[in-house]
């Protein structure tokens, strides 16, 4: 297993597409420094009676936009690549079991997310909260403790939507596909909750896996209407979407023919 986890990591780090990914991951984590920038001169700005009503997305709010489609990405590609190149044959003549390539393929890419994830929200924020320093926006002013345990569940659940896209990549095979369904669980999925009549609409909306990680531990300082779910909820629903698509994948990757 460790052979295969090293093969894994070697192929991983020596693709365009792995370093382009980081690279969209590092553009979010500097526009997190603009975003701030931005909000001390919109605060500065406002009359003092303003002030006290005036709220702001907090510093990471770039990064928990684009991490979720670069998890989706990564999560996809490193699958649906091999079998688009033909290389799976190759890969698999070289390591027969196949459920061990299997973990060692969604584990590598699971624990890059993570990590490039929780740098650069750490990052982010940490520069976001020094140039708004003292100014009493309430996203920007939360304790250490429960701003620590917000980022680690932002970096948890883009490592669980990159075990979902992995999983999902290994039984569609394709990229395309992967991609838009992907794509379409993340971002038009939400709208289309939001047709329905209430409260299926929120209901619906709550449990989709892009508004898990705010029902689990939101940003402090935020509004408290991220969804329906209790945290102990959305942490068990956030856990049964990756294993049912990473069983489901190694379900597929095991039994098929490459």
């Known amino acids: 297993m460790i052979d295969a986890l090293a093969a894994e990591w070697y192929k991983l780090r020596t693709i365009r597409s792995t370093f382009a990914l980081l690279g969209t991951v590092a553009a979010f984590m500097l526009l997190c420094v603009v975003w701030s920038w931005y909000v001390t001169r919109y605060w ?13 997305a907090p510093a990471e709010q770039p990064l928990a936009v684009a991490l979720p489609v670069c998890a989706v990405l990564l999560g996809a590609l490193t699958v649906t690549s091999e079998y688009a190149h033909g290389m799976v044959r190759t890969t698999l003549a070289v390591l027969p ?17 993570l990590a490039a994830s929780l740098t650069a929200l ?56 992967t991609l838009t ?27 989709l896996p892009g508004s898990l990680s705010n029902q689990i531990a939101a940003a402090p300082g935020s509004p408290t209407d991220h969804g329906v779910l209790a945290p102990s909820a959305a942490i068990a629903l956030l856990a049964a979407y990756a294993v049912v698509a990473f069983a489901g994948g190694a379900l597929s990757f095991t039994r098929r023919d490459a």
């Open 44 to 56: 500065d700005g406002l009359p003092a009676a303003r002030k006290a009503t005036a709220t702001a």
């Open 97 to 113: 079991n196949r459920l061990a390539l299997y973990a060692a393929k969604g584990g590598v890419a699971a624990a890059t997310v």
């Open 122 to 177: 750490a990052a982010g924020t940490a520069a976001g909260n020094a140039i708004v320093g003292d100014r009493p926006v309430a996203t920007f002013q939360g304790s250490v403790p429960d701003v620590a345990v917000h980022l680690l569940w932002l970096g948890l659940t883009t490592s669980a939507i990159t075990v979902i896209a992995f999983g999902l990549g290994a039984v569609l095979r394709s990229t395309a596909t």
């Open 181 to 207: 369904a992907g794509m379409a669980v993340l971002f038009v999925a939400p709208g289309l909750a939001q047709l329905l009549p209430s409260p299926w609409d929120e209901r619906i909306w709550s449990a």
